[in-house]
């Protein structure tokens, strides 16, 4: 059972990156999906989470209409598309998979597959 992030990096402010996450060893389709972030010196915030089917998605304030998660059943994997990134952006990002119901909690105990994150570093 495990989740691997990909696709993070440096970007300059008002760049782009596409995260992904690939779950393995579990019924993906079943699982809400979530990314969670931290910034250097802070703590956990939740960034994003989109349901089972792909229908329904939600953001925390400070990313929506810059940030879009979707899913890819058939290839067990979830993204992150970030556009227009800022600074305070910065944070190794996870994606963590719910079997059950849907959380916008960053608690590591809320979620039942967590990956190994991804570094994203934004900065001229």
């Known amino acids: 059972v495990q989740l691997v992030e990909s696709g993070g990096g440096l970007v300059q402010p008002g760049g782009s990156l596409r995260l992904s996450c690939a779950g393995s060893?579990?019924?993906?389709?079943?699982?809400?999906m979530s990314w969670v972030r931290q910034a250097p010196g802070k703590g956990l915030e939740w960034v994003s989470v989109?349901?089972?089917?792909?229908?329904?998605?939600m953001y925390v304030d400070s990313v929506k209409g810059r940030f879009t998660i979707s899913r890819d059943i058939a290839n067990n994997t979830v993204y992150l598309q970030m556009n227009s990134l800022k600074v305070e952006d910065s944070a190794v990002y996870y994606c963590?998979?719910?079997?059950?119901?849907?959380?916008?909690?960053?608690?590591?105990?809320?979620?039942?597959?967590w990956g190994q994150g991804t570094q994203v570093t934004v900065s001229s």
């Open positions: 963590a998979a719910r079997r059950l119901g849907i959380t916008t909690s960053y608690a590591a105990h809320e979620y039942d597959v």
């Open positions: 060893g579990f019924t993906f389709s079943s699982y809400t």
């Open positions: 989109i349901v089972s089917g792909g229908g329904t998605a």
